[in-house]
């Protein structure tokens, strides 16, 4: 029997296995980006929505896979495989207020989900790209899956969040009790210096949907 949640899990599902989030693959797929929104899958009366045969339809055509790949996912599903998920914010989002605790976590309820394998940080989130501000290394649609209990090293990409709520992303050149130095992302760029007291924190990028 098919279930309201495995039939969206199995979207999301596709979706990662593609690089993409939910709204990135709505819009690969010519849909309205907001079609598979977490807010779009229960009316306002509380009733489950299902999504269309030709929303489906059209999320195949636009990746390339079989309709039986879609069918495994919800089989899995229904088997009862575990599917692990990350929190998801958008990087427009990000910076806004109470979305993160003090050491870099995700707080409060206002987040979306991704399934995604487990990773060791349980503080992990994955942040949406929109955009060409960051182009050529991450562009509008792309995943960072984000470890704040992860060390950074020099050269690692990471993503800062300033006291400012601003959040920039860029490899790290140092950080001492004093300051926090970024290198460019790209040509042409200069690299960033931040005074310590100007930083809420630094969480490093695991991994990136390119």
Request: hydrophobic share 45%.
């Amino acid at each position: 029997m098919l279930k309201h949640g495995d039939i969206w899990s199995a979207i999301d599902a596709l979706a990662l296995d593609h690089g993409l989030t939910a709204s990135a693959l709505a819009r690969k797929a010519g849909l309205d980006p907001t079609t598979f929104n977490k807010s779009k899958r229960i009316t306002r009366e509380g009733k489950p929505r299902w999504p269309s045969t030709e929303s489906v339809a059209k999320v195949l055509e636009a990746t390339g896979a079989p309709l039986a790949t879609f069918v495994g996912y919800i089989d899995k599903l229904a088997a009862g495989s575990p599917s692990a998920t990350m929190p998801l914010i958008a990087i427009s989002q990000a910076g806004e207020p109470s979305r993160f605790d003090t050491n870099g976590r995700p707080a409060g309820d206002n987040w979306d989900e991704i399934p995604f394998p487990t990773i060791d940080d349980p503080h992990a989130f994955a942040l949406e790209i929109a955009g060409s501000s960051l182009e050529p290394f991450f562009r509008d649609g792309d995943i960072l899956v984000v470890s704040p209990a992860a060390a950074a090293r020099r050269g690692d990409r990471v993503v800062v969040m300033t006291a400012s709520g601003e959040v920039v992303i860029r490899p790290l050149i140092r950080r001492t009790a004093r300051r926090l130095d970024l290198a460019a992302l790209g040509p042409g760029l200069p690299p960033l210096g931040f005074a310590a007291e100007d930083v809420l924190w630094v969480a490093r990028i695991l991994w990136a949907s390119q």
